[in-house]
């Protein structure tokens, strides 16, 4: 079965200051990478996705980049506020056939105002 | 957007007693809703897979006579927690897909369940 690998577990940053999150997987038919963002007592929010035909999708100040090859992705905030403070989940799956989703063991990221 | 509520958002109840857990999508119709289980500080655990109609479908190691899972319409799904013992505390989250868009899940916000 799919295996998906997060890194790092924690990150503290400095407010302005970008912030990466790297996920590998290793089922080479997983082809939709979506990232979800939990607040503290909240269930997971859907901030970013992509698909397997995309290398790199952007959305403001978020922007998530694909690799097939090396089987990994990443996600990338820019400009980071306080706000951005929460837990971050990668996630993998194969699109369109109602399959569970893979998800990665979690980055707790703190913005330091 | 693609709501998801669930219902209620914490519950106390005594060791022994049953608890249910509901799970509406708010603005679409889920072929299939997920529930999930969440340790503090640690990712999603996957206990069941429901699919409108059908029976769920359990992962391994989670006891199906203990956590009955009902989806009797498109935008509703249940969970039971049966002989709820103080080990069944947890944060549980239902997700959802939409039924014209079968790729991502929705969550809810969560319930947190305390069993004394």
């Known amino acids: 079965g799919e295996n998906v690998e997060q890194h790092p577990s924690t990150l503290s940053v400095q407010e302005g200051d970008s912030a990466v999150i790297k996920c590998t997987y290793s089922?080479?038919?997983?082809?939709?990478f979506p990232w979800y963002k939990q607040e503290l007592g909240k269930g997971p929010q859907l901030i970013i996705d992509i698909r397997s035909n995309v290398g790199e999708k952007k959305d403001q100040r978020i922007a998530v980049t694909l690799n097939k090859t090396a089987k990994h992705f990443s996600l990338h905030i820019t400009e980071t506020q306080p706000e951005d403070s929460a837990v971050y989940f990668c996630?993998?799956?194969?699109?369109?056939?109602?399959?569970?989703?893979?998800f990665g063991t979690g980055t707790s990221l703190t913005v330091i105002p | 957007g693609a709501v998801v509520s669930q219902h209620p958002s914490r519950v106390i109840c005594k060791s022994g007693t049953s608890v249910k857990i509901e799970c509406r999508s708010l603005d679409f119709q889920a072929t299939t809703m997920f529930w999930y289980r969440q340790f503090p500080k640690q990712s999603l655990m996957l206990m069941a897979t429901?699919?409108?109609?059908?029976?769920?479908?359990?992962e391994q190691g989670v006891e199906k006579d203990k956590f009955l899972i009902n989806h009797a319409s498109l935008t509703l799904s249940t969970l039971t927690v049966t002989s709820a013992h103080p080990e069944d505390s947890s944060f549980y989250i239902c997700?959802?897909?939409?039924?014209?868009?079968?790729?991502?899940?929705?969550f809810g916000p969560g319930t947190r369940l305390l069993v004394l």
């Open positions: 996630a993998a799956s194969i699109r369109n056939t109602g399959n569970q989703f893979y």
């Open positions: 089922d080479s038919a997983s082809n939709y």
């Open positions: 997700s959802a897909f939409r039924l014209e868009l079968v790729e991502t899940q929705y």
């Open positions: 429901s699919n409108e109609g059908s029976k769920a479908t359990y």
